[in-house]
């Protein structure tokens, strides 16, 4: 059986280095607050090129914290608006209503599955706020050109970032680095991923910094004093150390990933799998997402060939309960993704051999 992640064969890929990074921490009696967090939030700062990084529980909280923190330095009012993609996980839309926002959805390129201005610009209205952008899949969303509309009306520019760890722009600038924050979770399957759950805020916003750690800290600056109504998210020492690890080959690991991204697009030629058709540069490919009109014949059909593969996402979130607000609502490119998706194995331990073999079996199917 070829997984769709072997979690498992990647955190071997760090070894002995990984238990022994892990026993420090255990040894230093130290868990919270520690010096691998500080070393982790600056050398990520570093490779994402932005003044201030700050480790929290997980990608949610990441986006929470960011938008709870731009309410109260911008003074946006409860139902403030917020653009946010239909097609995306949940965790992009749940922020905005913990917040106390409104989400405002919008579709999805069909090219490169994320928004774009064209899209966009039909949804702000006076009471816009924000734009969430998603890079996903670890496609770039090219938020540089959001940024007019976002100066043209007052709007800040908030990355989901969860998918895209290392990505770059056209421009070179890393992901994460264009917008007035970004949000990332390390949940373990992530590109960067943690042995639980993970998140960080980065920003050049000394402000918006300074806020967002005194909110994943009990709303306080100083031990005992809360000033704000806060929670409890963080990054712990653990946590940070085996990140701080595998930062060092991010871009290794996300360079071949793209090596077997186009390992697929050069030998799958099937006409019943629809490939995604941006450039291999554009992506760190977190997810290769192909389309296909019977998903459950496909996948089938792959799990007896001894190919594992997921979904991502099967609906949309306006189409979700949570959201039933919004159900009654169309984006035609957004329900077409969520209808036809199927993710195909990758990852920085997937052989050439075996993306070989998962192009031939799909090269085989037949709907």
């Not at 070829?2 to 064969?9: E, P």
């Not at 731009?70 to 139902?79: A, F, R």
């Not at 709007?155 to 994460?176: M, P, T, V, Y």
């Not at 030998?267 to 389309?291: T, W």
Request: one cysteine or more; aromatic letters at 10%.
């Amino acid at each position: 059986m070829i997984n769709f992640l072997d979690i498992q064969k990647i955190s071997q890929k760090f070894q002995p280095d990984l238990s022994s990074v892990i026993e420090d921490v255990v040894n230093s009696g130290w868990y919270l607050n520690g010096t691998k967090l500080s070393a982790f939030e600056d050398a990520f700062a570093n490779f994402i090129g932005v003044q201030h990084c700050i480790g929290v529980g997980n990608g949610l909280d990441a986006l929470t914290l960011i938008l709870q923190s731009m309410k109260d330095l911008y003074h946006w009012e409860d139902g403030a608006e917020v653009i946010v993609p239909a097609m995306t996980f949940i965790a992009s839309a749940q922020a905005i209503v913990r917040a106390n926002l409104t989400p405002v959805f919008s579709d999805v390129s069909s090219f490169h599955y994320t928004i774009t201005p064209e899209l966009l610009s039909s949804k702000v209205t006076k009471k816009t706020r924000a734009l969430l952008p998603v890079h996903l899949y670890g496609n770039s969303c090219d938020v540089e050109s959001l940024r007019k509309i976002s100066v043209d009306n007052g709007l800040q520019i908030i990355e989901d970032a969860a998918q895209a760890h290392g990505g770059r722009f056209f421009s070179g600038k890393r992901i994460g680095a264009a917008g007035d924050a970004a949000a990332f979770s390390f949940y373990p399957g992530k590109n960067l991923g943690a042995l639980g759950d993970g998140g960080a805020v980065v920003t050049n916003n000394s402000y918006l910094a300074e806020l967002v750690r005194m909110y994943a800290n009990y709303g306080s600056k100083e031990k005992y004093k809360h000033v704000i109504q806060g929670v409890n998210s963080r990054l712990d020492e653990i946590q940070a150390a085996v990140l701080l690890l595998k930062l060092k080959k991010l871009d290794e690991d996300n360079q071949h990933r793209r090596h077997i991204a186009h390992i697929y697009k050069s030998y799958i030629k099937n006409p019943f799998v629809v490939l995604p058709q941006y450039a291999d540069e554009d992506s760190v490919y977190h997810i290769f997402p192909v389309l296909v009109d019977n998903r459950k014949k496909f996948q089938t059909y792959l799990i007896e060939k001894g190919i594992e593969t997921l979904c991502h996402y099967p609906i949309p979130v306006h189409k979700q309960k949570s959201f039933s607000f919004y159900n009654s609502l169309t984006f035609k490119e957004s329900e077409n993704i969520a209808n036809q998706e199927v993710s195909l194995p990758i990852s920085p331990v997937l052989t050439d051999d075996e993306a070989m073999y998962i192009s031939q079996m799909i090269n085989n199917y037949n709907d």
